[in-house]
């Protein structure tokens, strides 16, 4: 039999990815199980795993949540190059970097990449949750730079999210502190691998 999804239901589903994401930041991730969820949740386990069946389920619908309302932040940013509102790299780089302001959402992150590197079944949804970032990034480039291949868009792709993903360690006082002289040149590379910048571009970014 299958189940439709009802309003209802998604209410509930909605309210346990509440539940799970504020567990994990007030518990760290060694507090996250599904037994923990459901408690905080205040149902039996049983009702919990109906929605997300296994513990990497509820981090994979964690980590789509997370990565759907990016994009829903990102979108008016992410017009179709050429048109006449077509996105300025900068732009949307400094959007992005802008997220890690959020000092809740980096610890979310934070704590699921701690997640992943002891279970492999989290470590799965994280990289398929990077994957799909990585195909938005390299269709924004491919749109951009046609003469790229789409290897090397998937590369630079890559690259850029290690960057921009990695800074957040650094920009958030987790590994360091930001300063506007890392920050500018985070921008000025990020907005080089982005859209292929020339020096001139490079250089206007850091001044920026």
Not at 35 to 50: C, E, K, M, P, S
Not at 200 to 206: E, F, H, L, S, T
Request: proline share 5%; net charge neutral.
């Amino acid at each position: 039999m299958t189940n439709t999804p009802t309003t209802k239901g998604a209410r509930k589903r909605t309210q346990l990815l509440d539940t799970a994401e504020e567990l994990l930041l007030a518990t760290g991730h060694a507090g996250l199980s599904m037994r923990a969820v459901a408690t905080a949740a205040d149902i039996r386990l049983g009702n919990l795993q109906y929605y997300f069946p296994t513990r990497a389920d509820l981090v994979a619908a964690v980590l789509d949540r997370a990565l759907s309302h990016s994009l829903e932040r990102l979108r008016p940013l992410l017009s179709e190059p050429g048109s006449p509102t077509a996105p300025d790299p900068e732009r949307v780089v400094r959007a992005l970097l802008a997220e890690q302001d959020d000092p809740r959402l980096v610890r979310l992150f934070a704590e699921l990449w701690a997640m992943a590197a002891l279970d492999e079944a989290v470590a799965a949804a994280v990289r398929a949750f990077y994957r799909d970032y990585q195909d938005q990034v390299a269709a924004f480039l491919h749109a951009r730079r046609p003469d790229l291949s789409t290897a090397q868009c998937r590369s630079r792709a890559g690259v850029f999210t290690m960057l921009t993903e990695g800074a957040s360690l650094f920009r958030s006082g987790i590994a360091d502190h930001r300063t506007q002289e890392t920050d500018a040149e985070l921008v000025a590379m990020a907005v080089g691998m982005l859209g292929g910048a020339g020096p001139d571009a490079v250089d206007a970014a850091r001044r920026g």
